[in-house]
């Protein structure tokens, strides 16, 4: 039962122009959302989060949005840059601190990017 | 420096075998997990360690034994390797004192049971 679904394995994005990676999931009691970023043969490294009190969190080039009702959030890189070509997780976590929880993974999208 | 380091990167054996993965954190963290990528490309919490207290076990069959023998430290022991525990394995680590939970992760262990 995937409860994050990253629907696209894949998105060609132009050098310069937005990227949008999209993200759904089941469960209401996620409270935290957070997008992963891999390159092959390295560990995920974390890029941004959302918590689900907010609908927009914004860091440099990337902003996160969460339409909590629609239970979808989604990633935006503007402007997309080779360096982003990788593969994007998005992530779960079921409590706010004091819980030792595992992330549950959404099964990641292929970014690429084209000069 | 590397964060959270985890070895071998490599792990080919058979069937049969016993092999550990072991992992490392030098963030001072107090909770580390270990998570499985299987070919599906799921990334699958296993394991969470906090203050030397297991809190998750994910259904993983009892031939998967995490140790740690201090809190910058999680091995992965497996018994009995089959066929199907290939998979990409990755240790992370965070600290709980945050409001949300971001972990940080090794670049991962990539057992081949032959």
């Known amino acids: 039962d995937q409860q994050v679904k990253q629907n696209s394995p894949s998105l060609s994005v132009q050098e310069g122009r937005i990227s949008i990676l999209n993200c759904d999931y089941t469960?209401?009691?996620?409270?935290?959302f957070l997008w992963y970023k891999k390159y092959p043969a390295e560990g995920p490294t974390f890029l941004i989060s959302i918590s689900s009190i907010k609908d927009k969190n914004e860091d440099g080039r990337f902003t996160v949005f969460l339409n909590k009702s629609a239970k979808h959030l989604s990633l935006h890189i503007v402007p997309s840059q080779p360096g982003d070509s990788a593969v994007y997780f998005c992530a779960a976590s079921g409590k706010s601190g004091g819980g030792a929880d595992g992330l549950t993974f959404g099964k990641g999208t292929h970014l690429i990017i084209q000069p | 420096d590397t964060a959270v380091s985890q070895t071998p990167k490599y792990l080919v054996t058979q069937m049969g075998n016993d092999k550990s993965i072991k992992c490392e954190q030098n963030?001072?963290?107090?909770?580390m997990y270990w998570y499985k990528q299987d070919s599906k490309k799921f990334l699958k919490i296993m394991f969470s360690y906090n203050n030397k207290e297991l809190i998750i076990n994910e259904t993983v069959p009892n031939r998967f034994s995490p140790k740690s023998p201090d809190k910058a430290h999680l091995n992965l022991h497996i018994n009995s390797l089959e066929l199907g525990d290939s998979a990409v394995y990755f240790c992370?680590?965070?600290?709980?004192?945050?409001?949300?939970?971001?972990?940080?992760f090794g670049a991962g262990t990539r057992l081949s049971v032959l």
């Open positions: 992370a680590s965070s600290q709980l004192a945050g409001v949300v939970n971001i972990q940080y």
């Open positions: 963030l001072g963290h107090d909770t």
């Open positions: 469960n209401s009691m996620f409270d935290y």
